[in-house]
């Protein structure tokens, strides 16, 4: 399968983790270090509309504002959740993964490449938030494999950017969250 026929089944068990968790859970620590879930919640909405954008091969710059500086609204869960359900609508459309686009800023890249960096961060940053509030949700097989392909190909450059902590060993043969959650820096 391609990107753009795992995407919908990378966002939904995304969607469930967001519709789970409870404002006074906000304040939970991520396995991403920099992010409790209240500020990992607000990076998702601050990126999302740059993301997308990319998906219709347009230059969604993110808010003048620094991240940092961004408060998470109180109606951060719909949103979230639109962002998410306009995300996967948008990134399954096989013409998102044709030819170049831009993620928010000037720098053309391959279309696929930032395909597969989205569908990789849904699944990864829900992951976090799910360890962060107690979920366990799982995701198709083939998302899993596309994935881990699409992680292991960019992991040192991830590394590079500051993007990635060091890698956490994982065994060859363990399951495929697991070796991904390894080359993002996380340990599973």
Known sequence: MSGDQLFKLAAEPAIDVVKAI??????AQTPCAEFDVRK???HLLFWGPSLEGAARKESVPPPAAAESDVDLPADWQPKLIAHLEKLSASW?????WEGNTHMGG????PASLVGGMVIGEIVVHAWDLAVATGQNPEWD???LRFI?????????QGRDMG????EVPVPADAPALHRILGLTGRNP
């Open 106 to 109: 000037p720098t053309e890249m």
């Open 92 to 96: 399954s459309e096989p013409a998102a």
């Open 163 to 166: 993007v990635y902590g060091p």
């Open 22 to 27: 409870e404002p006074g859970q906000l304040g």
């Open 40 to 42: 990992l919640l607000n």
């Open 148 to 156: 881990h392909k699409e992680v292991e190909a960019g992991a040192q």
């Open 141 to 143: 097989e083939d998302v």
